[in-house]
């Protein structure tokens, strides 16, 4: 259990952390959030992540709640408080507090919420076995390139899914491509030996893992394809696995029931997993990219 939370410019015992009842995000799910893995006691591709959230709340025209410099103080010691060396952080920022009214509020102040959990290591037998998902139509709204909190479909993709027995549910566009995980990118390894991941655009968030695990494949030289592919298409490729900050990379063996290429986790996956995990311990190792001094800064917002 965490020790602590940051709940606007201060850090409070985690289990006393809160926000107030008309928080926008509360009442109306007005805000937008980010998770950044930590690796090795080093975050994960924070420069990216910091990009998105802040290109996440462009979009829905909210200011940033405090300068960059000071979000990545207070997420520094916000670690440090709370030792946490694997895991993830996680930053949610809102509209702020206001009476409850649709349309945005004259005056409301961004309100900003960070929080960290230690996680453990995927276990080898998860690894090993790899996992299934499930097919479900995609029922979400027409910008899913925002990393918004509003998850409803998401959430109920991924009851669906665990009722089901299974780790995750593909999501499924009306002309039956397949969009993206309820909280992960989704991938094949084509009939021809491609890595094929759906473009970014609206349709689907464009994952940090994503687009880091994009550049280590191009950089060993595999074939890969940015575009929509069928669930049909998924069914008969050679491999299938999933990535976001949680799970990094993930064999997929079963889609519906339909086993994926033999049953068994794809030996691409696995050497793509490894490649991750590698980029991931570098970062942990290197001091630059890892977590800095944050000490004396409470109440810094
Ligand atoms: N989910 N697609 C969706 C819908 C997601 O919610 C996520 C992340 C991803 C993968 O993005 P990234 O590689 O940047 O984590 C794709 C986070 C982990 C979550 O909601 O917990």
């Given at each position: 259990m965490p020790?602590?939370?940051?709940v606007n410019?201060?850090?409070l015992?985690?289990?006393?952390?809160?926000?107030?009842?008309?928080d926008?995000?509360?009442?109306?799910?007005d805000?937008?959030?980010?998770v950044?893995p930590?690796?090795?006691g080093?975050l994960?591709?924070?420069?990216?992540?910091?990009?998105r959230?802040?290109r996440?709340?462009?979009e829905?025209?909210?200011?940033?709640?405090?300068?960059?410099?000071?979000?990545k103080?207070?997420?520094r010691?916000?670690?440090?408080?709370?030792?946490?060396?694997q895991?993830?952080?996680?930053?949610?920022v809102?509209?702020?507090v206001?009476?409850?009214d649709?349309?945005?509020?004259a005056?409301?102040t961004?309100?900003?919420?960070?929080?960290?959990?230690?996680?453990k290591?995927?276990?080898?037998?998860?690894?090993?076995?790899?996992?299934?998902v499930?097919a479900?139509?995609?029922?979400r709204?027409?910008?899913?390139?925002i990393?918004?909190?509003?998850l409803l479909p998401n959430?109920?993709?991924?009851?669906?899914?665990?009722e089901?027995?299974?780790?995750?549910?593909w999501?499924?566009?009306?002309e039956g491509?397949?969009?993206e995980?309820s909280?992960?990118?989704?991938?094949?390894?084509?009939?021809e030996?491609?890595?094929?991941?759906?473009?970014a655009s609206?349709?689907?968030l464009s994952?940090?893992?994503?687009l880091?695990?994009?550049?280590?494949?191009?950089?060993?030289?595999?074939?890969?394809?940015?575009?929509?592919?069928?669930l049909?298409?998924a069914k008969?490729?050679r491999?299938?696995?999933l990535?976001?900050s949680?799970?990094?990379v993930?064999p997929i063996?079963?889609?519906?029931e339909?086993?994926?290429?033999n049953?068994?986790p794809?030996?691409?996956?696995g050497?793509?997993?490894?490649?991750?995990l590698d980029y991931?311990?570098a970062?942990g190792?290197?001091?630059?990219?890892?977590t800095?001094a944050?000490?004396?800064?409470?109440?810094?917002?």
């Amino acid at each position: 259990m965490p020790r602590y939370a940051y709940v606007n410019g201060r850090y409070l015992p985690h289990a006393q952390a809160a926000v107030h009842i008309e928080d926008r995000g509360y009442q109306f799910a007005d805000g937008v959030y980010e998770v950044v893995p930590v690796f090795k006691g080093a975050l994960v591709d924070e420069g990216p992540h910091l990009d998105r959230l802040e290109r996440s709340l462009r979009e829905l025209r909210i200011d940033m709640p405090v300068a960059r410099a000071t979000l990545k103080l207070i997420s520094r010691e916000l670690m440090r408080r709370n030792d946490l060396t694997q895991g993830m952080l996680y930053l949610q920022v809102t509209r702020g507090v206001a009476p409850r009214d649709h349309k945005f509020p004259a005056q409301a102040t961004p309100a900003l919420v960070m929080t960290t959990r230690q996680t453990k290591p995927h276990s080898e037998a998860l690894l090993n076995q790899g996992i299934k998902v499930i097919a479900v139509p995609d029922i979400r709204w027409e910008r899913c390139d925002i990393k918004s909190i509003s998850l409803l479909p998401n959430v109920l993709a991924k009851q669906q899914a665990t009722e089901a027995g299974a780790y995750e549910a593909w999501q499924i566009d009306g002309e039956g491509y397949v969009t993206e995980g309820s909280s992960t990118n989704a991938w094949i390894v084509s009939a021809e030996g491609k890595v094929v991941t759906r473009d970014a655009s609206h349709a689907i968030l464009s994952g940090i893992t994503r687009l880091s695990l994009l550049k280590l494949i191009r950089e060993a030289g595999f074939e890969v394809e940015e575009r929509a592919f069928t669930l049909e298409e998924a069914k008969t490729a050679r491999e299938a696995f999933l990535t976001s900050s949680s799970s990094f990379v993930l064999p997929i063996v079963a889609i519906d029931e339909t086993p994926v290429g033999n049953g068994h986790p794809g030996i691409l996956s696995g050497k793509l997993r490894a490649r991750y995990l590698d980029y991931m311990a570098a970062l942990g190792a290197d001091p630059g990219g890892g977590t800095g001094a944050g000490a004396g800064i409470e109440g810094a917002a």
